[in-house]
């Protein structure tokens, strides 16, 4: 029987390391600002929004959250991209994805000032984190995961890691920070996918075993090598008509069973989700001392 991995009190004490940094750059002159664009009535993009800006309060970041209606064009975002921009109390820009179908996500990443892009996807920030640039922000998912194991005892230095799903968000990102020459890396790491032939046997050679792939317990105990550590990124509504809100949230993992055979694991909900949140307030404090030249 596994371990559950606490995401949620992992995630307090980096918020709490957060609120300290936060309170010394306020000592200095220093506010960190952060600014978070949600377009539309996405109501899982509006949860995701109250849970930042209410992490943003609790450390003393100052948060302002800009709605737009899901009518809003291309041009009128990248107006408001632009001037946020160019405002020097605002140290970090995130713009909620998904955006409606007539925006073009791709121009609105790449539209957010590079020194500003506290979710790490513009192509600045991907490309040095590739190259092994240290001082690079890390996407928030990748990075809490990568957290979650070093502050876990589960190293993944020297240990095979086998991820389920390629996304740019997730997969890839997280491929190249756990094979990077750095603390918290320096695994041997195979990246799976829907079409990887023999899927199963591949992710059984997983020390670690990442499941990222956006489909509801995919990962079956078949899957999972005794005693791997299991870290499960998804998040899926699935319809349940026993529960009070006819649903029930369950991630990549088919968790009871394989919870069964393997060291540890992560719960959906209260594992990963909680530390992508705090590793976004770390980009924003990393964001604040670099635009201001205040450590």
Do not use: W
């Amino acid at each position: 029987m596994a371990e559950v991995i606490d995401g949620k009190r992992i995630a307090a004490e980096i918020r709490g390391e957060v609120k300290q940094a936060v309170d010394e750059l306020a000592a200095k002159g220093v506010v960190p600002g952060l600014s978070v664009v949600l377009v539309g009535e996405n109501p899982a993009s509006a949860v995701y929004v109250r849970m930042k800006a209410k992490a943003c309060e609790e450390t003393g970041i100052k948060s302002e959250v800009i709605k737009m209606s899901e009518e809003t064009t291309q041009a009128e975002l990248e107006a408001v991209i632009d001037r946020l921009n160019a405002d020097e109390s605002v140290h970090g820009i995130l713009v909620q994805l998904p955006l409606p179908p007539q925006i073009e996500e791709q121009d609105i990443i790449f539209r957010i000032a590079p020194e500003k892009d506290v979710d790490g996807f513009h192509p600045v920030s991907v490309g040095r984190m590739m190259i092994g640039d240290l001082t690079a922000f890390r996407s928030a998912t990748p990075a809490g995961v990568v957290e979650l194991l070093m502050r876990t005892g589960n190293d993944p230095s020297g240990k095979r890691v086998a991820i389920v799903g390629r996304s740019n968000i997730v997969g890839k990102p997280l491929s190249v920070l756990l094979s990077q020459k750095m603390k918290g890396g320096n695994a041997t790491v195979t990246l799976a996918h829907s079409r990887t032939p023999d899927l199963p046997a591949v992710l059984r050679e997983g020390d670690i075993l990442v499941a990222a792939i956006g489909v509801p317990e995919f990962v079956k105990a078949e899957s999972v090598k005794p005693g791997a550590v299991v870290i499960d990124v998804g998040v899926n509504r699935v319809d349940d008509d026993s529960t009070e809100k006819g649903y029930r949230l369950v991630g990549d993992v088919a968790y009871d069973e394989v919870f069964e055979i393997a060291s540890a694991i992560t719960p959906v909900p209260g594992g990963v989700g909680p530390m992508t949140i705090a590793m976004l307030l770390t980009n924003c404090i990393q964001a604040a001392r670099e635009i201001t030249g205040v450590s």
